[in-house]
């Protein structure tokens, strides 16, 4: 350790000399004088508080470690807990900081030192090395202290080789060192400075005197020090105590340097023996930081307004003792009435008594508790002046009162009333002068013509009879007062002077009021006024016919006798009464919280046959009668549907408590016995009726008995609370006089309040009533009977009688804990703090605080279930007792005996069970076990594919079936079901049949199969726009492959001709209304895209445009023409529809994902069918199947259970699901989902069931086919009976599955019919008809068995069963008419011939002369003739039968088939024609593309070899630049070293030459790199020019691929992959020009660097300049780093340029997508565009409507500081605007009315702003986001928040200038009496004098204007949202509003209309302002959505 040994004694002599200044001034210990003295006459000498020194270690301190584990003791491992001395003793320990006698805590830092036991803080080793071992040590002293002497730190280690100390003044926010400590300060770059040697007492200094060196660090225990008296030396050189004490106190900067809060050591490095490097570990640990003490002396800074500081007891703070009056931490407040000056910290100036400027008290007379300095008065002014006393000192009196000058003006009587004479002063008025003047004394009122005295009472000379009725000498000369005249009437009689009086008026002059009349009237329209006087609270009606005033009874006041004197009430109607909970019973006496559903301590719980009885009952009345008739009042709880049906009350005369009684009726008589009934309710109570009363002697006790006969059939339970004697109205003249609407009123008053429910109601109504009562029957008023222990003061509330109780005290006389309290104290009562769980009530017993605890649950001093005894609490179950959390008490464990293995459950009462047995009891086997036995259980063996859980009957071992299935081990099937699975929740599925059977198997040789779609083309999806194909007209031809679906169209009727051709008919789509999509939603449009385009294997979509067709899926886009909340819809095709029963319990999957947006999740139906009978549609429930933006596949179950039908959204029934599945009409899949969304489908598929034929060749079968067994009397067969049998037809003939089968009628003459219509088929010969019920044509009745005569063909193929006529020539027959019955041949005579005889026979002519033989010669042709006969007949018997037989009612007759066919040719040769020319088309349309493809693929192919050319030699331009970079990056590391070099060997010009060299250096890289940037800026832009040029060939592209729709369709699939090529090139490309801003700027800070570098070594400030180029060098090695890594990224970027050149020949083939894409991008860029200057213009409207917003609410503020004038104005105007007060009485309904309205539209105004901030504020980020202008903006609201503050400064400046707003009000009184004078004389015809309600009239205004002040509040709610948007200060705006309220509450209300028309003016604006506001957001908001729905997929 280093010492200086220079000091000269004169030197010495000096320090130690200034060491005796500093105790003596600083430490202030000298004169320990008292910091205020009283002496005997009670003056108070007031000095500077001195305060006393205190040590550190006294102090309430903490310490805290940093970092925190580095205290030693807390490793875990024993080596990083070991540590050896540094000394030659070598001794080693360990720490460990759960071991007292080994742990080293921070609190030993400071803590008492006992030098036998030395204590020290220990860090932990440097076993860490080479990680620094930096600790700091702060000590946080929880107040500000002034350092008094040095700082003294032991260590019990070495000294560290370097540390530094520090202070805080701020509680650790800033910190400052107090000195440096090393052995070598040039690590500080600071030189070593001798304490001697400061130069400025706050010089911080480097000290190398404390600090381990070589030599010293063997030597542990010294310590460091930091002086304080030599700072202190140099103050002054004077030795006077008082020169140095100016001088320390006019040094600021030193207080402050000695000032801390704080004082923090931090540790840099320990003392070492130099062999750290080594890095072993036993030199390490012996390296490490221990401080055994800290200490110094401090001052506790009390601003020399206290001695000393200590601990609060309350929050624990460091606090200081304050005197001159003063408070608060520090002392740096006056109290409260100490305010006469402004605050002033003492001073100890003029030595050595200081100057306390101790605070100043207010001169308030003693009517004001606090005051505030005033400036502008130059005092303080009072607040809240009491006692009607107002002023700056409280000297003057309020309005209506003046000065007493007989008592003190400290008196609380110092003011007193004016009493003012009505008929003596002007215009009635009340006041009087505050002050005398003009010879009038002060008090004088302002008396009206020929009256004077100070009270204006008597009359001037020459009057009379002002004040008596008849005087000599009165105030009017014989004339009559014309206000109390008759028709103001001036005659009187001349003799006695009477004049003619109006009815209330009296005396000769009628210049007084009649008895029970006062107030003479002031107008002649008006009469005298009635007393009015209280009936209950006045001895007579008469009052005075002055002042009005009545005689009141005792302790009642005012002028009508309507209120009771202090420390007086009057009671409720309901105050006698007694409560259940102190009455005698056998119920059960219960108490509850909380507590206002009864009204004592608590209430019996009584049951059937309970009594109740109620003792010391009596009669309280103080009326002439000693009796009083009462009627009884029972007040209960009952809950119940019906009434308890009989209980009894009994009222027996009982024996007085004094012994002695005055009672007129014998002890035991029964006074009265009253049965009834108590209807049930709440809170309720039982009022006798008038004819129940009972009359009661206020001389007798009686004893009340309740006996609760019989409950009938309600509940059993009832609550009693209560008797209460209510006294009948009809004894009190305020009932007997009142009319029928007040006694029915005070009816209604007294059956209220018998009810707890309504008891608060009518104490609230009925005030009037029972104040009469109460006082008529009490003689006045009651005095306060409050308990002095339980009551706080003795006075109580006047209504009512309740005192003030203290805490948790109850009762009207505070004389008993309330409920949930119990111990009555006077300190109050103790929390029950029962258990709400475990106690019945929260109530206890109010003694012992015993709650009642529930069943099972343990008392105080009993063992519980946890083995413990138990608390009052109600806490936990008793022993063997559980379930204490239930909150029903605790349940007995009833542990099983044999089945469990102790008694005791556990918490739920599970008792601990044996093997395989279970249950809470352990009674019963566990699950899949029976017969419970002590042995164990057996195992059930139940299918678990038809059981519910596996388990079975406990005793029988039957296991749990589920619902549909049977057999004691669940195996089998209930008849009528079959199927057993595990994944159906009934087990068994039903037999379906069509309703035709209810037994059914399951249908053998069926295995598992599918239908699916997968969406390939060619498959299930062909994608098409081109149109349909028109058809030949037909009426049965179903639709070709090639027809897509489209709406059914009526076929007109027209001859089948080429020209004539109509479209085709096609099937009608299913009705889908019952579907989840409404008919709105889903249409048949013209044409559906489907796919494939036939309607019978293709799914169709709602929405043709929205499908977007790739090689294996299909792509769906939400149309943005769709409604809100409408979808697109797949349909499947035929083959997923129709009879799927086998589909019961299987699956249907299909796989999807969302590509873009998100999707709207309120359409909860993804998957619905419809079908069966009704065509009912359910929808999948059990999932909601939501695409996300992985592909996922959805599975949905076909039980009945997991689906919802449509419309009613209930499960559907087994019945109803399978009617569904037996012929399903649609399958819909949601597939799109909200705008901007697009879903990508990949197949659909759907199990199924197939029957084979060959079940040996396959090893597993599926179940789900029923094989029905079909009712007989159904007829019906098949696997489900949906058939009929042969020879039998649908009922109803309908082809309906549903309809059974009867057998064919066809009268037995066929066997065979249709099985639909039941039309026979096969009719037996001869018959026909649908019945075969008639004979075919020509066939003879009845038999229909032979042709009728002259017919054939019967029995024959002739003619289908029926004959035809023979048709015989008789020439030709001779006269027969019969032919061959068989084959028709007539039978013809001589040559006649042919089949009806008609011709000759052959070679015969001339049939009419009988037939001639032809010439010889035709007989030779004759063998050729016959057979030409023969095939002629033959063909012609063909064409008949073809004809005839040929005619199918499917097909059509032959011939329309035949010409449907010709039509047809002709159509395919038109449509031949039409293809070869379209197809000629198309070549030609082809070629052209190809050839301009061709031309785009070479322009495009050069244009991307350009740029890949360019990007090479840009990326070659890159490296060089770069290299250069590199090289020059490694000259200036070179440099710098030279420089730093030649820093150390002293060459300063040197250094600065290399230094200058290396700017030069750096300025030149800076240029190459900036021209790297620009280079890349070109090259960017040159890249950004071929995208553009790229963009505009695909224009030409698009333009071109138009005409080849097809084609374009077909490229589209690879439009995502040519946009994710064209982006990524342009953001490498925005990477490059990046990566050259970052080197520039790298670059530029390092020239920054080099730059101050240089400056510093101009300067010559050599340490300065060794710390910036060691910063330099760092800074250098950065930038060379980062230049690396950029060299890497240009090499990351070389590879994806090489990269994107490898991709080009991607780019090429996908050049048709790429039209269509960039046209897209263009235009969507377009429409981004206009869209952000939209949202930029709409964020300049929303910010131009927040200053509008801000201007309405300025003028809003305008509008309150007017609403402030007529406030302050109504002062002045109070007297003559009583009446008009009156009518603001009237008018306070409307006024309520409007600010109410006003209220509600602010608090509106507030809900409509929040979404427009919300608006706004999107606005505002959108334009920040495109454009970052909205910063010029933020400016337009600036002026806003200036006036607003204005506002507010110049509001407070207005507020605090008391005695100018007095003027102010003085004068306006002055000059606006007179015209408030006639415009009240205006209101005076329309108003009423009613004095008594002025004061209500008063309180109403005010509720009105603290509604108008919420309007206000609004307001600044609107001000801070408007804030939000632009960060605008209105901090202000809030202290205006206070400010403002505060003038309102000094001054009284004004005129309340024009206040409300102000409101409602700037409630207006806002209005108007909203309005316009919301339709600019509803403008926003829309523009928003149109943005939204653009979004395109990247």
């Not at 004077?452 to 009879?465: K, L």
């Not at 542990?895 to 599970?910: I, K, L, Y």
């Not at 890349?1576 to 695909?1594: G, K, M, N, P, Y």
Request: aromatic fraction near 8%; include cysteine; charge should be negative.
């Amino acid at each position: 350790m280093k010492f200086t040994n220079s000091m000269s004694p004169a030197v010495l002599l000096w320090t130690m000399c200034h060491a005796l200044l500093l105790r003596i001034s600083v430490g202030q210990i000298a004169t320990q004088q008292e910091c205020e003295t009283t002496n005997s006459t009670g003056f108070t000498e007031y000095r500077a508080c001195l305060a006393n020194t205190e040590s550190l270690n006294n102090l309430m301190i903490s310490a805290r470690v940093e970092p925190e584990d580095y205290t030693c003791g807390y490793g875990q491992t024993q080596e990083e807990n070991f540590y050896c001395t540094l000394d030659v003793s070598f001794q080693c320990n360990l720490c460990n900081a759960t071991d007292p006698s080994l742990a080293h805590p921070p609190s030993y830092i400071y803590d008492q030192q006992d030098p036998t036991q030395p204590t020290w803080w220990q860090s932990i080793t440097w076993y860490m090395y080479s990680v620094p071992l930096e600790v700091d040590v702060t000590l946080s002293l929880n107040h500000s202290y002034t350092i008094n002497s040095k700082i003294e730190i032991i260590f019990q280690s070495s000294l560290p080789q370097r540390m530094i100390l520090e202070k805080s003044s701020d509680y650790g926010s800033t910190w400052q060192p107090y000195q440096y400590y090393a052995y070598d300060c040039g690590y500080f770059q600071m030189a070593a400075t001798d304490e001697l040697s400061l130069t400025s007492p706050t010089q911080v200094i480097c000290s190398e005197d404390y600090s381990s060196g070589v030599r010293t660090v063997f030597y542990p225990g010294g310590s460091v020090i930091f002086n304080v008296e030599n700072r202190l030396a140099l103050l002054t050189n004077s030795t006077l105590p008082e020169e140095f004490q100016k001088a320390y106190e006019s040094n600021l900067e030193l207080q402050a340097f000695l000032e801390i809060t704080n004082l923090r050591l931090k540790l840099l490095y320990p003392a070492t023996d130099g062999l750290e490097w080594t890095g072993q570990y036993y030199s390490l640990i012996r390296y490490y930081y221990a401080i055994s003490n800290i200490d110094t002396f401090l001052i506790c800074n009390c601003n020399l307004h206290g001695k000393f500081c200590y601990q609060d007891s309350n929050s624990l703070e460091t606090i200081c003792q304050c005197f001159h009056n003063t408070m608060g931490k520090s002392c740096e407040q006056c109290l409260p009435l100490y305010n006469n000056r402004p605050w002033m910290a003492g001073s100890a100036l003029p030595f050595p008594e200081g100057t306390a400027n101790e605070c100043e008290k207010c001169n308030c007379n003693n009517h004001s508790v606090s005051c505030t300095y005033s400036q502008e008065v130059g005092q303080g002014v009072c607040n809240d002046c009491q006692d009607n006393t107002a002023g700056i000192s409280c000297e003057i009196c309020i309005s209506g009162l003046y000065r007493n000058s007989s008592v003190p003006a400290s008196s609380p009587n110092s003011c007193i009333e004016c009493n003012c004479e009505p008929l003596g002063t002007m215009e009635n008025e009340t006041t009087c002068s505050q002050y005398a003047a003009n010879n009038k004394p002060i008090g004088q009122c302002s008396c009206q013509e020929n009256v004077e005295g100070r009270a204006c009472d008597v009359c001037i000379d020459q009057y009379y009879g002002l004040l008596l009725n008849e005087t000599e000498g009165t105030c009017k000369d014989c004339s009559c007062n014309r206000f109390g005249t008759v028709n103001a009437s001036n005659i009187c009689e001349k003799e006695a002077g009477q004049c003619p009086c109006k009815p209330n008026a009296d005396t000769r002059t009628c210049g007084q009021c009649k008895d029970s009349f006062y107030g003479y009237p002031i107008s002649e329209n008006e009469d005298c006024l009635a007393c009015d006087c209280n009936p209950g609270g006045s001895i007579s009606p008469a009052c005075n016919k002055v002042s009005g005033r009545c005689t009141c009874r005792s302790n009642v006041t005012s002028r009508q006798c309507s209120m009771t004197v202090q420390g007086f009430y009057f009671n409720y109607l309901d105050s006698n009464s007694y409560d259940a909970w102190g009455a005698d019973s056998d119920c059960i006496r219960t108490s509850s919280v909380p507590f206002d559903l009864f009204t004592g301590r608590g209430y019996q719980k009584c049951y059937q046959g309970n009594q109740v009885t109620f003792r010391g009952v009596t009669a309280v009345t103080s009326l002439a009668d000693n009796a009083l008739f009462y009627r009884p009042v029972i007040r209960y709880t009952y809950v119940s549907s019906s009434p308890w049906l009989q209980a009894n009350l009994n009222i027996v005369s009982a024996q007085s408590d004094a012994g002695t009684s005055l009672c007129p009726v014998a002890v035991g008589t029964t006074i009265s016995t009253v049965a009834f009934s108590l209807p049930p309710g709440e809170s309720t109570g039982w009022y006798a009726s008038s004819g129940q009363s009972v009359m009661l002697d206020r001389r007798c006790n009686y004893d009340v008995t309740l006996r609760l006969t019989n409950d009938g059939s309600g509940s059993e339970e009832i609550e009693i609370d209560s008797l209460v004697l209510l006294p009948t109205g009809d004894s009190f003249p305020i009932y007997t006089q009142g009319d029928a609407a007040q006694r029915s009123f005070y009816d209604e008053c007294l059956r209220n309040i018998s009810v707890i429910g309504k008891r608060q109601s009518a104490i609230d109504l009925c005030r009037d009533f029972m104040f009469v009562v109460s006082t008529e029957s009490n003689d006045g008023a009651v005095a306060c009977d409050c308990d002095p222990t339980g009551s706080i003061g003795s006075s109580c509330n006047s209504y009512g009688g309740e005192c003030v109780c203290q805490v948790r005290v109850g009762g009207q006389r505070c004389d008993r804990c309330l409920p949930g309290f119990f111990g009555f104290t006077e300190n109050g009562c103790t929390a029950c703090d029962c258990d709400s769980t475990g106690s019945l009530s929260l109530a206890c017993d109010f003694n012992t605080g015993q709650c009642p605890c529930k069943d099972g649950v343990a008392l105080r001093g009993q063992r519980n279930s946890n083995d413990a005894v138990s608390d009052r609490r109600c806490q936990s179950c008793l022993a063997n007792y559980y379930d204490f959390n239930s909150g029903g008490g605790c349940m007995a464990c009833l542990c099983s005996a044999e089945g469990s293995v102790n008694p005791q459950c556990s918490d739920t009462g599970v008792c601990e069970c044996k093997e395989t047995i279970t249950g809470n009891k352990c009674s019963i086997c566990v699950q899949g076990y029976f017969s419970f036995s002590a042995a164990g259980c057996i195992a059930c063996g139940c299918n678990l594919d038809g059981s519910t859980d596996g388990t079975c009957h406990p005793d029988l071992g039957t296991c749990t079936c589920k619902a549909n299935v049977q057999g004691d081990k669940c195996d089998q099937c209930l008849l009528g079901h079959f199927n057993l699975q595990p994944s159906n929740p009934n087990g068994c599925q039903p037999c379906f049949c069509f309703g035709h059977g209810t037994q059914c198997n399951a249908a053998p040789s069926y295995i598992a199969s599918a239908i699916t779609s997968d969406f390939t083309q060619g498959s299930d999806f062909t994608p098409t726009s081109v149109p349909p194909t028109p058809q030949p007209a037909t009426t049965s031809l179903p639709p070709t492959s090639s027809t897509p679906i489209t709406n059914s169209t009526p076929v007109t009727n027209c001859t089948p001709t080429p020209n004539c051709a109509p479209p085709p008919v096609l099937p009608t789509m299913p009705s889908f209304c019952a579907s989840p999509l409404s008919c709105s939603t889903i249409t048949q449009s013209s044409t559906l895209s489907s796919f494939p385009i036939g309607s019978t294997t293709g799914w169709t979509a709602t929405d043709p445009s929205s499908l977007m067709a790739n090689p294996t899926s299909v792509r769906v886009l939400h149309p943005a023409s769709l409604p809100l909340g409408s979808y697109v819809y797949l349909r499947a095709p035929r083959k997923f529809l129709g009879e799927h029963l086998d589909l019961y319990g299987q699956q249907l999957s299909y796989t999807m994902k969302l590509d873009t947006g998100g999707a709207n999740t309120t359409s909860a139906r993804y998957l619905t069918i419809t079908g069966g009978r009704s065509d009912m549609g359910v929808y999948y429930n059990q999932e909601a199947f939501t695409p996300e933006l992985t592909r996922r596949t959805f599975v949905a179950t076909f039980y009945e259970t997991y689906w919802r039908v449509v419309g009613e959204e209930r499960a559907p029934n087994v019945a109803e699901f399978q009617e569904i599945l037996s012929d399903i009409k649609a399958l819909v899949i949601q597939a799109s989902f909200g705008p901007g969304t697009a879903s990508t489908f990949y197949n659909v598929r759907m199990d199924s069931a197939q029957s084979v034929s060959n079940p040996a060749d396959y090893s597993s079968f599926v179940t789900v086919v029923e094989q029905c067994t079909c009712d007989s009397s159904s007829n019906t067969m098949g696997l489900s009976c949906e058939q009929c049998q042969a020879s039998t037809y649908r009922q109803n003939n309908v082809d309906e599955p549903f309809d059974t089968c009867r057998p064919c009628d066809c009268n037995g003459r066929s066997t065979t019919c249709d099985s639909v219509t039941g039309v026979c088929q096969d009719c037996q010969l001869g018959t026909i008809g649908d019945q075969c019920a008639s004979c075919a044509d020509n066939v003879q009745e009845p038999l229909c068995d032979r042709c009728m005569p002259n017919h054939y063909g019967f029995g024959t193929d002739l003619f289908d069963g029926a004959c035809a006529a023979c048709n015989c020539n008789i020439t030709g027959t001779g006269g027969a008419t019969q032919c061959d019955i068989s084959t028709g041949q007539c039978p013809c005579t001589g040559n006649y011939g042919g089949m009806f005889c008609d011709s000759c026979q052959f070679n015969y002519f001339d049939y009419a002369n009988g037939c001639s033989r032809c010439d010889v010669c035709y007989d030779s042709i004759s063998t050729e003739h016959t057979d030409l006969l023969l095939q002629a007949a033959n063909l012609t018997s063909f064409v008949e039968t073809l004809w005839a037989a040929d005619t199918s009612a499917t097909l059509g007759p032959f011939i329309e088939r035949l010409m449907a066919t010709y039509n047809q040719m002709l159509y395919l040769v038109l449509r031949t024609d039409e293809v070869i020319r379209e197809g000629n088309n198309l070549t030609m349309t082809v070629a052209t593309l190809n050839t301009t493809m061709m031309q785009l693929l070479a322009s495009l192919d050069g244009t991307i070899k350009t740029s890949i050319q360019t990007s090479q030699e840009n990326q070659a331009s890159i490296e060089g630049l770069l290299d250069q970079a590199r090289v020059a990056m490694v000259s200036i590391e070179l440099a710098l070293i030279n420089s730093y070099n030649g820093l150390s060997s002293g060459d300063i010009q040197s250094y600065q030459l290399t230094l200058g060299q290396l700017v030069t250096e750096l300025a030149g890289i800076q240029t190459q790199l900036t021209t790297l940037s620009s280079s890349v800026t070109i090259r960017e832009l040159l890249l950004t020019q071929q995208v553009t040029d790229l963009s505009l060939a695909a224009g030409t592209a698009v333009q071109t691929a138009e005409e080849a729709l097809m084609t374009v369709q077909q490229a589209q699939s690879v439009h995502d992959n040519t946009t994710s090529h064209t982006a990524a090139l342009v953001t490498k490309a925005n990477e490059v020009t990046t990566l050259g801003q970052q080197t520039q700027q790298a670059v530029s800070e390092v020239m920054e660097r080099a730059q101050m570098a240089q400056s510093a070594g101009e300067g010559g400030a050599e340490g300065t300049m060794s710390a910036s180029i060691e910063e330099l060098r760092q800074e250098s090695d950065d930038v060379i780093q980062e230049a690396m890594s950029k060299i890497l990224q240009a090499a990351g970027i070389e590879a994806q340029v090489t990269a994107k050149q490898e991709a080009a020949a991607s780019v090429i083939s996908d050049v048709e997508a790429t039209g269509t894409l960039t046209e897209s991008l263009v235009i969507t860029a377009n429409s981004t565009l206009e869209e952000v200057n939209a949202r930029y213009n709409r964020a300049l409207a929303a910010n131009q409507s927040a200053t509008e917003a801000v201007a309405s609410s300025t003028a809003t503020f305008t509008a309150a500081e007017e609403m402030l004038a007529i406030v302050t104005n109504f002062e002045s105007q109070s007297s003559a605007a009583q009446t008009a007060a009156d009518e603001a009485l009237l008018k306070q309904t409307s006024i309520q009315t409007l600010s109410s309205e006003t209220t509600t539209i602010a608090t509106d105004l507030k809900a409509q702003l929040t979404p427009i901030n919300i608006t706004a504020q999107e606005g505002l980020t959108k334009a920040n986001q495109a454009l970052q202008s909205v910063e010029v903006e933020a400016q337009n609201i600036r002026p806003v928040s200036q006036k607003a503050q204005q506002l507010a400064t110049e509001s407070a400046t207005k507020l605090q200038d008391t005695s100018e707003i007095t003027n102010s009000i003085r004068t306006i009184n002055a000059t606006q009496y007179q015209p408030a004078k006639a415009q009240c004389d205006l209101y005076t015809p329309d108003l009423v004098t009613l004095e008594g309600l002025v004061l209500q009239a008063n309180t109403e205004a005010q509720t009105a204007t603290d509604e108008a002040l919420a309007t206000e509040a609004a307001t600044s709610k609107l001000l801070v949202d408007v804030r939000n948007i632009q960060q605008v200060d209105l901090a202000e705006l809030p202290a205006l509003m206070v400010r403002i309220e505060q003038a309102r509450a000094t001054f009284t209300q004004g005129d309340f209309a024009q206040l409300v028309t102000l409101l409602s003016q700037a409630v207006a604006e806002q209005q108007v302002w909203l309005d316009n506001t919301q339709i600019q957001v509803t403008e926003m908001q829309e523009q928003i959505d149109a943005l939204e729905s653009f979004k395109v997929s990247q």
